[in-house]
Nanobody
Framework: QVQLVESGGGLVQPGGSLKLSCAAT????????VGWYRQVPGSRRELVAQ???????RYADFVKGRFTISRDNAKNTVYLQMDSLNPEDTAVYYC??????????????????WGQGTQVTVSS
C-alpha cells in the first residue's frame, strides 16, 4: 500500500525559506505528475505549482520566482522549495501525486493521492 508522507513545514520569519517534501512510500511506484496545493481555513484549496505528465511545470502567479518544484525519482520524493516567504503564504500545504503502482505482473494501478498536509506559518 502506498502512503504519501509530507514533511518540512513549520514557522519561519518573513523573507525566510522552507523546503517541503512529499515521499511516496511503498514499492513499484512511478510518479507521473505532481501538484502542490495550499489551503487556509474558510477558503478553497488552491494550486501552487504542478508538474504534468509531459514534464511541463507551471506555477501560480503569486509564487512565481519564489517557489520551485522538484523531484527525486530514486527516492520517490517530490519537493517544494519556498523562498522569500511572506505572511500571505501561511497555509496548510498538500501534495498530490499522480501515481502508477505495479500491483501484479504487467498490471498497473493508476490513481492520484493526497498527502496529509503540513502547516506553513510565516510570521515575525
Amino acid at each position: 500500500q502506498v502512503q504519501l508522507v509530507e514533511s518540512g513545514g513549520g514557522l519561519v520569519q518573513p523573507g525566510g525559506s522552507l523546503k517541503l517534501s512529499c515521499a511516496a512510500t511503498g514499492s513499484s511506484i512511478s510518479i507521473n505528475a505532481v501538484g502542490w496545493y495550499r489551503q487556509v481555513p474558510g477558503s478553497r484549496r488552491e494550486l501552487v505549482a504542478q508538474t504534468s505528465r509531459d514534464g511541463s511545470t507551471r506555477y501560480a502567479d503569486f509564487v512565481k520566482g519564489r517557489f520551485t518544484i522538484s523531484r527525486d525519482n530514486a527516492k520517490n520524493t517530490v519537493y517544494l522549495q519556498m523562498d522569500s516567504l511572506n505572511p500571505e503564504d501561511t497555509a496548510v500545504y498538500y501534495c498530490n501525486l499522480d501515481l502508477s503502482v505495479k500491483v501484479g505482473p504487467g498490471i498497473l494501478s493508476e490513481y492520484d493521492d493526497w498527502g496529509q498536509g503540513t502547516q506553513v506559518t510565516v510570521s515575525s
